[in-house]
């Protein structure tokens, strides 16, 4: 006769996911997101504001692992990739960002982290991004309306 392990884990109800947590003060947050179409969009961590991080838009690329960034502070820095992600980490102008200013030198920052187009509009859905770097909340159309050339 075989007896059952007492640390064999009970099967019960599945319930839906909760909503991933919104980004606390201080706190390290990563959120695990699904498009609707149900497809994942993996796990991405938020800046650390303890640390200093903040988001910023690529705004042009100057070569050499540097790029002109305009942060959610308004202020334009020159973004650093720095050398452990400089093969990894391929950025085009418009992208989102997590940068890290520097403290001895204002006007230039470390590259974190780049978020890709869809994680970038997720977190414009979710109402995660400042305004001044919420560039990902409008949909094409409304985006050429705006532009204000009419047909």
Same mark, same amino acid.
């Given at each position: 006769? #075989?007896?059952?392990? =007492?640390r064999?884990?009970?099967? /019960?109800?599945?319930?839906?996911?909760? #909503?991933?947590?919104l980004?606390?003060?201080g706190?390290s947050? +990563?959120?695990? =997101? &699904?498009?609707d179409?149900?497809?994942g969009?993996?796990?991405?961590?938020?800046?650390? $504001?303890?640390?200093g991080?903040?988001? =910023?838009?690529?705004?042009?690329?100057l070569?050499?692992?540097?790029? $002109?960034?305009?942060?959610?502070?308004?202020?334009?820095?020159? /973004? $650093?990739? &720095?050398?452990?992600?400089?093969?990894?980490?391929?950025i085009? #102008? /418009?992208?989102?960002?997590v940068?890290?200013?520097?403290?001895?030198?204002?006007d230039?920052a470390?590259?974190?982290?780049r978020? &890709?187009?869809? +994680? =970038?509009?997720y977190?414009?859905?979710?109402?995660?991004?400042?305004? &001044?770097?919420?560039?990902?909340g409008?949909?094409?159309?409304?985006?050429?309306?705006?532009? /204000?050339?009419?047909?």
């Amino acid at each position: 006769m #075989e007896e059952k392990d =007492a640390r064999e884990p009970v099967e /019960g109800p599945k319930e839906p996911n909760p #909503e991933p947590p919104l980004e606390a003060e201080g706190e390290s947050v +990563q959120v695990e =997101a &699904t498009v609707d179409g149900g497809e994942g969009i993996g796990r991405f961590p938020l800046p650390r $504001r303890d640390k200093g991080q903040i988001y =910023a838009i690529a705004n042009q690329l100057l070569g050499a692992g540097r790029i $002109r960034v305009v942060c959610e502070d308004n202020v334009s820095r020159m /973004g $650093r990739i &720095t050398g452990r992600l400089k093969k990894k980490m391929w950025i085009r #102008e /418009g992208d989102l960002l997590v940068v890290s200013p520097w403290k001895f030198q204002s006007d230039k920052a470390d590259i974190m982290f780049r978020y &890709t187009r869809t +994680q =970038a509009s997720y977190l414009s859905r979710r109402k995660l991004l400042p305004e &001044t770097v919420d560039l990902f909340g409008q949909l094409p159309e409304e985006a050429a309306d705006k532009g /204000g050339a009419s047909p």
